[in-house]
């Protein structure tokens, strides 16, 4: 029987101690089976769970185990694609939808964190930092979109400003969120899974769905049992393999990884960002970082399209946090490791149904902390019989990556080479 254990990382070695859950065997019944226990599984748990739905969730390894258990802790709010490429894409109604809840996600991990307790070293504020004029440029457009459909906390830093805010000489500006910030991110997940067996929700780990029999009373069958319910919630995201093969060709797992120092102690933690506030930058390949609840600082950036493991993170990321802090040249690493993303062509979450009972949330393609929360409430809401904002996602629309599963991967390596590339020169 396979026993996936967490991969190595600064997450897995802090968590939060909790009890081994059973692994399922036999027949269950439950009004929803949630596939996954990520933070999209779990928060559509915890909002069902609320509405007065039995929940069974299964996970193929542990809690956490995919991104929501690895990533940079970064709550940004708002969606992989500028709102206004939406509205161009989708027409003013269902954009004015999109925009109205763009930055829910982050109210939601707040109202999650108060009301159950979670010790998961929350922070308050973001920053998106411009290194070049133009990258600026777009920040302050952005800004001013972004009130026209009601979210005015954006904060413009001219560069006298975000060198207040971050030790970093080579930004020109960037702008703060303040209803963004950072949290622990596998703690998170942790106090979520129990917070939803506080309210009587099962989740067993070391589970994986093997096979779904669709039809008007869906099973979901493991290794060694098989849940009945009314209704399936698939939210295994970019570890999700072939479970359900339509969804797996208009999306492709990427790999990013993080590093994470030695604790840098307060001093020369506050010297690098004196507020606390998390930065990521605004390129295509874009750089993130924030200090740990002991001070350390958590780097990430870089993707590998097709997720394979590189054989030497630090080697790929150190670099990367050089060039912004050259002061940590002397500074160990403690922990590197890498995590999937998943990747839609357009960048925008792929959400929807298959026939009437099962639905979907996945393929976020990065900024995915705040947007899984959201999309928790959204899909439970659907299965509520209230399904507006959940179809404003579901009729996005979506393609399959040029290329189809064999040639995906190049063509998207040689779509971020371009993208990399014009970062690099400022385009
Ligand atoms: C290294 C990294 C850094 C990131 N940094 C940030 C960041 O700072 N800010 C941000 O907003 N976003 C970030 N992201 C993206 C964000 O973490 C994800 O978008 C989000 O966590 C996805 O959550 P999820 O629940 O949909 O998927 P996941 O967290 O991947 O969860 C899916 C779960 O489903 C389980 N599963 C899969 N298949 C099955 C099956 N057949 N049966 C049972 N269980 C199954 C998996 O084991 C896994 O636990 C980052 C991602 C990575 C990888």
């Known amino acids: 029987m396979a026993n996936t254990p967490y991969p190595e990382s600064y997450y897995a070695a802090s968590a939060n101690a909790v009890a081994p859950r059973p692994v399922l065997q036999g027949d269950v019944e439950t009004d929803v089976c949630v596939i996954g226990a990520g933070y999209t599984g779990l928060s559509s748990a915890l909002f069902l769970l609320e509405n007065g739905f039995k929940v069974t969730v299964l ?27 939406i509205e161009r894409s989708v027409g003013p109604k269902q954009a004015q939808l999109l925009g109205q809840m763009a930055f829910e996600g982050g109210r939601i991990i707040r109202e999650r964190v108060a009301k159950y307790n979670i010790q998961c070293d929350l922070k308050d504020g973001g920053v998106f930092a411009a290194i ?7 920040l302050e457009s952005q800004k001013r979109l972004w009130e026209r459909f009601g979210h005015t906390q954006l904060e413009l830093l001219d560069q006298k400003r975000i060198r207040d805010v971050v030790a970093c000489d080579q930004y020109v ?66 570890y999700l393999g072939n479970l359900v093969p339509e969804l797996a060709a208009k999306s492709m797992p990427c790999g990013t990884q993080v590093i994470t120092t030695e604790p840098l102690g307060d001093a020369l933690a506050k010297s690098l960002l004196p507020q606390d506030y998390c930065v990521e930058d605004c390129n295509y390949l874009l750089d993130y970082y924030r200090l740990t609840g002991d001070k350390r600082l958590v780097f990430g950036g870089g993707v590998v399209y097709g997720a ?76 509520r019989g209230q399904a507006e904002r959940f179809d404003a996602f579901a009729d996005l629309p979506h393609y399959p990556f040029p290329g189809g599963q064999l040639l995906r991967t190049p063509f998207a390596a040689l779509g971020a080479w371009y993208y990399g590339l014009r970062d690099k020169f400022g385009y």
Request: glycine share 14%.
């Open 59 to 85: 996970e193929a390894a542990k809690v956490g185990f995919g991104a929501s258990g690895r990533n940079g802790g970064q709550i940004v709010n708002s969606y992989s694609r500028d709102i206004d490429v």
């Open 132 to 138: 070049t004029a133009k990258q600026m440029g777009h």
């Open 173 to 238: 500006g960037g702008m703060l969120d303040m209803s963004g910030g950072h949290i622990h991110p596998l703690n998170l997940a942790l106090g979520e899974a129990a917070a939803v067996e506080s309210l009587g929700g099962t989740i067993y780990e070391q589970s994986p769905a093997v096979r779904i029999e669709r039809g008007a009373n869906p099973v979901v069958h493991t290794p060694q049992g098989k849940v009945r319910a009314k209704f399936i919630i698939v939210a295994g995201n970019a």
């Open 308 to 383: 394979r493991d590189p054989a030497n993170i630090e080697a790929i990321i150190r670099p990367k946090m050089l060039k912004a802090f050259p002061q940590l040249k002397d500074v160990k690493i403690d922990y590197a490791w890498t995590g999937n993303f998943l990747l839609t062509l357009s960048r925008l979450p792929q959400v929807g149904r298959l026939g009437d009972n099962i639905y979907y949330s996945q393929g976020c393609s990065g900024h995915g902390v705040t947007y899984t929360h959201l999309a928790g409430k959204v899909l439970a809401e659907a299965l």
